[in-house]
């Protein structure tokens, strides 16, 4: 028989389907915002955190990577209400002490949900689970770093994975990267491998940098942004504030998504009367509801239709650009019956989105992990890059690229060194400034990490924040390689699912949050962050820890590199733990940029990391300019009765972490598993609206993945299309199954098919295997296996 945990079956017995809402934000997000806060913190605790929150002398919201205004021009509610949501989810009163470990088994707390795990409270003090023991225990840390130690030095560095979450300080990741390679190792994974990992790529290949080229004042002055592959309602709610005022500048929005997403259509601001009292601002002119992985077809049919009009900057291409003769031959032979099929928009639908174009001087493009999570995805991204150079979009007011990030430091992690394929002047500033040869070759990034982990080729894994098996792909896969390793540690501040997919060993060591004060070393300690438009600002948080044991990120590596390397390599460890001061120091002779990084970061507000594009219109790619790029279409085919899926985050949850059961906006409540398609398909594939069914995903091989019981909803998006949350549908997502050229889990693009929920096996099947009961890890997962590609 599957197993079930309670917890799953409360979920759906109680999952409520209502309308969708009209309009983002407004009255209802302030009243549940205030009432989070309340629930997690308290009223006076909530007061005095909520006026820190993203102010120039506060702490730097985890929700997101979205930019702050100018120092001077933020208002006293800096915040949006998922932000309140992970203020109060990290500052919450409930604890989770040695008692609760000592009651519950850690096979116990693998059968419960996510979302429950979450909801326990933050660890007080370093626990580890010893080899074949049931229950984590207590540990000190100085035993706790001495086992770490002990495991690194007993095999080679390339058998050690050190994963880094985007929520890591730019000082804690700068000693994190350092550390590895003073260790030996390149092996530096990330969460960016699983998010944007296509635009850093795709970006670095054609305009010689793997960021976006906007300012927030950018976006502000744009007379046209064009949204692809985002929901910034509930992914990026500050955004709407900027897209407001964009719009109250004038500015125009095409929005390319294939479900009708509130946060794309209308904005109620709930800090002005107007979206209080009001009907608030209306924000996309144009919504394109694009079938799924048709947005390289609908890019190249614009560029097309623009060459064909003559809507182009020639002084910007003939001056700052290479390729464009290729591009150009290759627009003119655009075949409309693929794009339309690829698409699944009429011609005059791209003819009006062409004409938007045609008539701004200041086009923006932002774009998220919409795009960034198909197997074609970096073609896309150098897509929209050729589109921005056609018409000089780049390297002047009110144009450019913007591609928006998720985590609220996951760029900064990037620039600071966390990268498992650094640059080679990166590696010599390493070298000139500590004294020791980093290693050279590339390192292990998430899938491959993952791989060399089930395989045998690495034995201890460590994350530095984040859910790292809720978060990647091939769910069964991921935990079997994880329990095949000889040590597992992760650097929390709650319980997660990685820390009960365990190793042989597991340690589990608290950390301070961004909104906990720290006076590692006995001063108040200051860190750094970057967001999406690389800005660069300090951030401190103002709250008594949740407990007395707890220490900070960069603490916590100090001490593991003074366990693990002979004399720390000469590398002044303590002093980079008593003083921040001295990590900014080196930062700002190692990474390019950073010059008089202290300094800087004195300054209100922070400042802004050079970008050449941006700032000179110069391009340090091979070729010293602006590359047009030439992709086939690809028209996905989806066999008869089979649809396509993407993966996408409720509104009531911020990457993996599920802060409850409501995703309003799509007027879902009490729930998760739910899988939204178009009416007429429910009605084509035999089933009515509420009915439960069980999603399989299907290989070219024959092999099969299934995730059970998920309830149908009919919702706004194209015909041939479906959507689900993950991590509940990641298990659908081969390890194999990832973006050319950047080897990102292409969590968007998965044909799957529909089967009345009946209770069926789990595990790993053949297609004709289908009956045979065959066990799997969790019973509310799934059935799966390893390949590559789709039928066809």
Wanted: hydrophobic share 35%; net charge negative.
């Amino acid at each position: 028989m599957r197993r079930r945990s309670r917890q799953h079956e409360i979920e759906e017995a109680d999952v409520h389907v209502g309308a969708p809402k009209s309009s983002a934000a407004g009255v209802p997000a302030v009243a549940v915002a205030m009432k989070r806060a309340v629930e997690h913190m308290g009223v006076v605790r909530s007061s005095r955190t909520l006026r820190k929150l993203n102010q120039v002398d506060g702490f730097d919201c985890q929700g997101c990577a979205w930019p702050d205004p100018a120092a001077g021009h933020r208002h006293p509610a800096e915040f949006c209400e998922n932000g309140v949501k992970a203020v109060s989810d990290e500052a919450t009163r409930e604890r989770l002490d040695r008692d609760f470990f000592a009651r519950h088994s850690v096979a116990e707390l693998a059968e419960h949900t996510d979302y429950w795990l979450n909801r326990q409270g933050r660890i007080t003090e370093p626990m580890v689970l010893r080899a074949g023991a049931t229950h984590y225990e207590p540990i000190t840390w100085d035993d706790a770093f001495a086992t770490i130690g002990r495991h690194l030095n007993a095999i080679s560095p390339d058998q050690a994975v050190f994963y880094t979450s985007g929520k890591t300080s730019n000082e804690a990741a700068f000693l994190y990267q350092l550390f590895a390679r003073a260790y030996g190792t390149n092996n530096l994974p990330d969460c960016s491998n699983m998010c944007h990992e296509s635009t850093s790529v795709g970006l670095a290949e054609v305009i010689g940098i793997g960021k976006g080229s906007v300012t927030l004042d950018d976006i502000h002055h744009a007379e046209l942004i064009v949204i692809m592959g985002q929901n910034p309602g509930t992914n990026h709610p500050r955004m709407l504030t900027a897209l407001e005022e964009a719009k109250g500048n004038g500015a125009r929005i095409i929005a390319v998504n294939p479900l009708k997403e509130t946060g794309l259509v209308r904005f109620k601001n709930p800090q002005k009367v107007r979206g209080v009292l009001g009907r608030g601002t209306g924000l996309a002119d144009l919504y394109l509801q694009i079938r799924t992985n048709g947005d390289l077809a609908l890019l190249q049919a614009l560029g097309h239709l623009l060459l064909a009009w003559g809507a182009v900057d020639s002084d910007f291409i003939d001056q700052h650009t290479t390729g464009f003769d290729e591009y150009a031959a290759a627009a003119t032979l655009l075949d409309w019956d693929a794009v339309l099929a690829s698409t699944g928009l009429s011609r005059d639908e791209i003819e009006q989105a062409a004409r938007m174009l045609q008539s701004s001087e200041r086009t923006v493009f932002c774009w998220a992990m919409g795009i960034t999570q198909h197997r074609n995805a970096v073609a896309t991204v150098k897509e929209i890059a050729n589109l921005a150079f056609l018409q000089g979009n780049i390297g002047k007011p009110g144009a450019g690229l913007c591609p928006v990030r998720g985590h609220s430091n996951v760029q900064g992690d990037r620039t600071m060194g966390i990268w498992e394929r650094a640059p080679e002047h990166f590696l010599d500033a390493l070298r000139d400034e500590f004294g020791f040869e980093p290693p050279r070759e590339h390192g292990f990034d998430s899938v491959a990490a993952i791989k060399a982990l089930r395989d045998g080729d690495a034995k201890v894994f460590m994350g530095m924040g984040g859910n790292f098996v809720s978060a990647a792909p091939d769910t069964s896969v991921t935990e079997e390689a994880l329990r095949s390793a000889e040590l597992t540690v992760h650097v929390s501040t709650k319980l997660n699912r990685s820390h009960v997919v365990h190793g042989r060993e597991a340690l589990i060591l608290p950390v301070l949050g961004r909104s906990e004060r720290d006076l590692t070393g006995g001063r108040r300690q200051r860190v750094t962050v970057e967001d999406s438009m690389s800005a660069v600002h300090a951030s401190h948080g103002p709250l008594e820890p949740a407990s007395p044991h707890l220490r900070s990120e960069v603490d916590i590596v100090c001490s593991i590199a003074e366990a693990t390397l002979p004399d720390g390599r000469g590398i002044p460890w303590a002093d980079f733990r008593a003083d921040y001061t001295e990590v900014r120091r080196r930062i700002a002779r190692v990474v390019p940029g950073c010059a008089a990084y202290e300094e800087k970061v004195d300054q209100p507000g922070g400042f802004t990391l050079p970008h050449p594009p941006r700032d000179t219109r110069s391009f340090p790619t091979e070729k010293d300019k602006a590359i047009f790029t030439v992709s086939p279409i690809e028209v996905l085919h989806v066999p008869d009765g089979r649809l396509l899926l993407q993966t996408i985050r409720s509104h009531d949850q911020f990457n993996t972490t599920i802060y409850g059961l409501s995703d309003r906006y799509r007027g879902i409540e009490g729930g998760r598993r739910v899988v939204f398609l178009h009416r007429d398909d429910i009605a084509a594939l035999g089933f009515a609206e509420g009915d439960h069914v069980d999603i399989i995903s299907e290989w070219a091989d024959g092999t099969e993945r299934q995730v059970p019981t998920f309830r149908v909803v009919a919702y706004d998006q194209p015909r041939g299309c479906a959507a689900a949350y993950y991590p509940e549908t990641n298990p659908l997502v081969p390890l194999e199954h990832t973006a050319e050229g950047s080897n990102q889990p292409a969590y968007k693009s998965v044909i799957v098919r529909l089967e009345p929920a009946n209770g069926g096996p789990t595990g790993v099947t053949q297609a004709s295997d289908a009956n045979k009961m065959i066990p799997a890890g969790r019973g509310d997962e799934t059935k799966r296996a390893v390949q590559p590609h789709h039928l066809s």
